[in-house]
């Protein structure tokens, strides 16, 4: 999955496109949400807001990307 976009997509699928480097692999403990987000498909999108526990995975990894962000502005900013 793609935690930016909430690109949702299978393994199988996942090898067959161009650039997978912004995919990371859903954690194991939510294998089944992410089959039921998917149901049958293999590819979907996610919902930014959604309440799924993939959904929230999500969340949680672009808030920890967020969250470095900042600290690196600062690091620049406090050794300028």
């Avoid at 993939?54 to 969250?67: T, Y």
């Amino acid at each position: 999955m793609n935690p930016e976009t909430g690109h949702l997509v299978t393994p199988e699928c996942l090898n067959s496109l161009s650039s997978h480097e912004d995919y990371e692999e859903v954690p194991e403990k939510l294998n089944l949400s992410a089959q039921l987000e998917l149901a049958g498909r293999d590819e979907t999108f996610v919902g930014k807001e959604a309440t799924s526990q993939v959904a929230k995975w999500a969340r949680s990894k672009r808030d920890r990307l967020k969250i470095k962000v900042k600290k690196r502005k600062a690091n620049k900013l406090c050794c300028q």
